[in-house]
T-cell receptor, first 109, second 117 residues
Framework: TQLLEQSPQFLSIQEGENLTVYCNSS?????LQWYRQEPGEGPVLLVT?????EVKKLKRLTFQFGDARKDSSLHITAAQPGDTGLYLC?????????FGAGTILRVKS | NAGVMQNPRHLVRRRGQEARLRCSPM?????VYWYRQLPEEGLKFMVY????????ESGMPKERFSAEFPKEGPSILRIQQVVRGDSAAYFC???????????????FGDGTRLSIL
């Protein structure tokens, strides 16, 4: 069974701070996706990383896929209150996506 | 340009009743996935369907749960004789093609929150 573990589970920071959240597995995934989910809404895809070692940037967000394709990280620079939400990583596994439990991020102004 | 539409957004049922959750995929999408989410947890895969076919139902409980995606109309997730443990948010996602699942963007609806009294 493929599992994805995300850390930390919860993160509360001040506006302007930097942060990194992690997504780890003992399994190799062909790709990893990162989603952000706000209360009462569905997850929204942020990025897909496919190649081991790949780095993608989306404005203040930087995503990295580990060389062995077993882990990924999301780094946010100068966090803003609008970044508040649940961040989920998901790995492709056969016919389905395997999701981590998520990191709840709260950015205080 | 409507996204994935799920209804109802909230559904309250008493124990023993039936719950029907509907999902209309994005226009042009023929692949539908259903997931269940408990509070402050990630999403758990339930079933993957194409038009008129169940492709993978490995995440579906063996009893009381069924899903369909008819040639015409929305995909339906049906839960018979609901119990308190069925209370959760149920999300539907669609994609235009399958390929390597992890490489294909899945577009999610805003979910149906099911509460069992």
């Amino acid at each position: 069974t493929q599992l994805l573990e995300q850390s930390p589970q919860f993160l509360s920071i001040q506006e302007g701070e930097n942060l990194t959240v992690y997504c780890n597995s003992s399994s190799v995934f062909s790709s990893l996706q990162w989603y952000r989910q706000e209360p009462g809404e569905g997850p929204v895809l942020l990025v897909t990383v496919v190649t081991g070692g790949e780095v993608k940037k989306l404005k203040r967000l930087t995503f990295q896929f580990g060389d062995a394709r077993k882990d990924s990280s999301l780094h946010i620079t100068a966090a803003q209150p609008g970044d508040t939400g649940l961040y989920l990583c998901a790995g492709g596994g056969g016919n389905k996506l395997v999701f981590g439990a998520g990191t709840i991020l709260r950015v205080k102004s | 340009n409507a996204g994935v539409m799920q209804n109802p957004r909230h559904l309250v049922r008493r124990r023993g009743q039936e719950a029907r959750l509907r999902c209309s995929p994005m226009k042009g999408h023929s692949h539908v996935y259903w997931y269940r989410q408990l509070p402050e947890e990630g999403l758990k895969f339930m079933v993957y369907l194409q038009k008129e076919n169940i492709i993978d139902e490995s995440g579906m409980p063996k009893e009381r749960f069924s899903a369909e995606f008819p040639k015409e109309g929305p995909s339906i997730l049906r839960i018979q004789q609901v119990v308190r443990g069925d209370s959760a948010a149920y999300f539907c996602a669609s994609s235009p093609y399958h390929g390597q699942v992890g490489n294909q963007p899945q577009h999610f609806g805003d979910g149906t929150r099911l509460s069992i009294l």
